[in-house]
Structures are given as C-alpha cells and as structure tokens.
C-alpha cells in the first residue's frame, strides 16, 4: 500500500483507550479495522449489565457507529470475532449478530474467553470491514 494513503484513527467514549493506547477503529484506504469493542454506551457506562443479548445489540451499535465515521457501513463487514465470557450464551449473541449481519454474512469467529477488564462485560466483538469503490480505492 502507498505511503501516502492517509491513516484515520476513530475514537469512542470507552474510558480504556487512553489507558490502552488505542483507536476504537482505523482506516488506511479501503480497509476498516474496528477493535474489540464492548457494550461502553455514549455516557462512557456499560450497558446491558448480566444481559448478554443488550449487550450484543449494543456492541453491534457501537461498531456500526466506528465504521461510519470511518465512512463505512455495516454492509462492508468481511469479518467479525465474538468473544463471549460464557460460551453458553451463544444463541442470545448470535441473534444480535444475525439482526446485523443476516443477509451480509461476514466470516466469523466466536469463542469463549477467561475474563474481560471490566468483569460485567459479558461480550466483545472486532470487525473488519473493505470498502470499495472511488471512496475506499487505495
């Protein structure tokens, strides 16, 4: 990729990025990469609290706000990472996914983790999205 293709880093009302170091979603040409991100709502709280599914819905919110400020949409997705504290809760998660991403059907990636930083999250989720066309053409 040209080095001069611009970089465009996209902040969210999470409280971890100054902390982490790191962009709520990046975008170099047409590629949109958007970090693991949790049910933080716009006041900078968790939603959803012991709610697997609101949390979901919300999360799913919250990248689809990422990838339009980074110009892209919920379309443009080619691959999600579910990462669940408790793999028993699939399904509820899975209904999230699929109000979203029903007819796009990006790959995917669902697995259970250990624990998150914040022990009332119970999900997050990454997305990678390409975005063709005049706007996205490196």
Not at 72 to 92: E, F, G, K, P
Not at 104 to 128: G, H, K, N
Request: net charge negative; hydrophobic share 40%.
């Amino acid at each position: 990729m040209p080095t001069d293709v611009p970089r465009i880093n996209i902040s969210s009302a999470s409280p971890y990025e100054d902390v982490i170091g790191f962009s709520r979603a990046v975008r170099i040409g047409p590629y949109v990469h958007v970090s693991g991100t949790t049910a933080i709502g716009e006041d900078g709280d968790l939603t959803g609290v012991e709610d697997v599914h609101e949390q979901a819905v919300q999360v799913l919110h919250n990248i689809e706000t990422a990838l339009a400020q980074a110009g892209a949409t919920m379309a443009d997705v080619v691959r999600t990472r579910i990462y669940l504290r408790n793999i028993d809760h699939w399904q509820r998660v899975a209904e999230a996914h699929s109000e979203a991403f029903g007819e796009i059907r990006p790959a995917s990636t669902m697995i259970e983790v250990s624990r998150f930083v914040d022990p009332r999250m119970l999900v997050e989720i990454d997305a990678d999205a390409y975005v063709a066309g005049p706007e996205g053409a490196a």
